[in-house]
């Protein structure tokens, strides 16, 4: 097909090499839907087991600090002085093997991450809303939202295990709709395959 030709898809004329492109994967709806299912599947076990759904997030946080690491290391000769960044990626990589090796300890520091994160963006609102209440549409409400802030901090500190569980459930919602929005856009690239 020559590549002057047009294609229409979600409501857009596409021409030219993109046609060829959108119409090449609009063929492939079905492994989209497949991949959609699977993450809506995944995310329903996660959210029926919540102990399942929180050692997941145990080893995402450890892959991410070892892609960090590897990142850090990797990419050192970007730096006139190399030393730090290898010390740095070496201790992230270590981070991660500790971070799979003892998840317990993860999720601890993960809460309290996510509590501290809490509690200084809090204060920060608080600060800003007070000082600059004269000059700030609806100062009352960005120091309600402080508050609630820095509480919601102090709750995930005071009860880590909570802040876990959200997490948890959070990740598990998370990729169901990741899940149910990916099948959505495959039906919509059946339905663009099809009308051609």
Avoid: C
Avoid at 1 to 26: C, Q
Avoid at 78 to 84: F, Q, Y
Avoid at 127 to 156: E, H
């Amino acid at each position: 097909m020559a590549t002057t030709d047009t294609y229409r898809a979600f409501g857009i004329t596409f021409a030219g090499e993109l046609a060829e492109e959108v119409r090449r994967i609009a063929k492939r709806w079905w492994l989209i839907a497949l991949l959609g299912l699977a993450t809506v599947v995944l995310a329903i076990l996660l959210l029926a087991n919540l102990a399942t759904a929180i050692g997941v997030l145990t080893v995402l946080v450890a892959i991410a600090l070892l892609v960090e690491g590897v990142d850090d290391i990797v990419m050192a000769g970007r730096h006139r002085v190399r030393w730090p960044s290898y010390v740095i990626g070496a201790l992230w990589i270590i981070v991660g093997i500790v971070a799979l090796v003892w998840p317990g300890i993860t999720l601890l520091a993960l809460a309290v991450v996510v509590g501290v994160g809490f509690v200084v963006a809090g204060i920060g609102q608080i600060g800003a809303a007070l000082t600059w209440r004269r000059g700030l549409p609806m100062w009352g409400l960005w120091l309600t939202l402080g508050i609630l802030t820095l509480l919601i901090g102090v709750i995930a500190l005071v009860w880590p295990g909570l802040t876990i569980l959200t997490l948890a459930i959070w990740l598990g919602i998370g990729l169901l709709l990741r899940g149910l929005g990916t099948l959505w856009f495959s039906l919509q690239l059946r339905k663009a395959a099809v009308s051609r």
